[in-house]
């Protein structure tokens, strides 16, 4: 029995809103260099929404520029000369070493410019910021909406991200609403974990799924590593106007694999994390 493949379902802790939502957050600890947002101001796609100056990030790209433009100069100069090859080697390999983290800082410096993921309405906002004031990394900016249609965000264990795949089908249910499904679709998947929950429904330290801690600046951090994962619905039947959130969980199907093949995968699993220290 143990080889016979079975589909286990997928469930994950998940919020419905009115529309596509997004919480913009500081990329970098910084000040607030280009800042004029209000609420209920409309933004388009690709549009700037803030960005943000850092002196050390610059100061940091300014010695690693030089770094980099001095062991370039040093690696053409000592190629000149054959007794000095393996230097030559070395210096570089220094160069491209430097080169890479330069690349690095430049990307930091790239990101400090925020702009909208997609067409929406900045629905929430700190009042208090403004050009000038300096904001912490991961700090939260603004929040975008589009009404259109619902979507729902869900929080996946990394564990089950896995047997999830963007097209795949699932279900909605409403939290007090077990009789009640919405079908729902996929749409992306997250490349990298979430480090913070933008909903607070969501986190154990308010009667959440998701085990989460709260720091002293309000933050919520899961405990364990979880994707975030987009869906829209595919059909409406069942559904209220929504005029506002609605918490709940999403069900998937899983691809079959047979319990020989999930307790392997899970003692993979474990091993991977006992190596890297976790």
């Given amino acids: 029995l143990g080889f016979v493949p079975l589909s286990l379902p997928v469930t994950a802790p998940s919020i419905l809103s009115p ?3 997004r919480t913009l ?10 800042f004029s947002l209000k609420r209920g101001q409309r933004v388009a796609e690709g549009a700037l929404v803030f960005s943000l100056a850092s002196p050390d990030i610059a100061h940091e790209l300014k010695i690693k520029s030089n770094r980099a433009q001095s062991l370039q100069l040093a690696s053409f100069t000592q190629a000149s000369t054959e007794k000095l090859l393996a230097n030559t080697r070395d210096a570089q390999q220094q160069f491209l070493q430097a080169l890479a983290d330069l690349r690095r800082t430049e990307d930091r410096q790239s990101a400090l410019r925020v702009t909208a993921p997609f067409s929406g309405t900045v629905v929430e906002m700190d009042s208090t910021l403004t050009t000038g004031h300096w904001v912490q ?13 619902p979507m729902i965000e869900a929080f996946v264990d990394e564990r089950h ?22 079908t729902l679709k996929v749409t992306s998947i997250a490349r990298d974990p979430e480090p913070y929950l933008n909903h607070p429904a969501l986190a154990s330290t308010y009667g959440g799924m998701v085990p989460a801690t ?6 919520l951090s899961p405990l364990n590593s979880h994707y975030l994962v987009r869906m829209e619905v595919d059909d409406n039947a069942g559904l209220p106007r929504l005029r506002e ?14 319990l020989y093949d999930r307790v392997s995968k899970a003692v993979s699993y474990r091993l991977a994390k006992l190596q890297l220290g976790q």
């Fill in 19 to 21: 529309g596509e939502e």
């Fill in 25 to 34: 957050f500081a990329p970098d600890d910084g000040q607030l260099a280009q």
């Fill in 137 to 149: 990394k991961g700090q939260a900016i603004a929040r975008l909406s589009t009404s259109e249609k």
């Fill in 161 to 182: 991200v896995r047997d999830i795949s963007v097209g795949m089908k699932g279900a909605f249910f409403r939290e007090g609403h077990v009789r009640t499904k919405t």
């Fill in 214 to 219: 709260q720091s002293t600046d309000k933050k």
């Fill in 245 to 258: 959130k609605q918490v709940g969980w999403v069900q998937f199907e899983a691809p079959k694999r047979s």
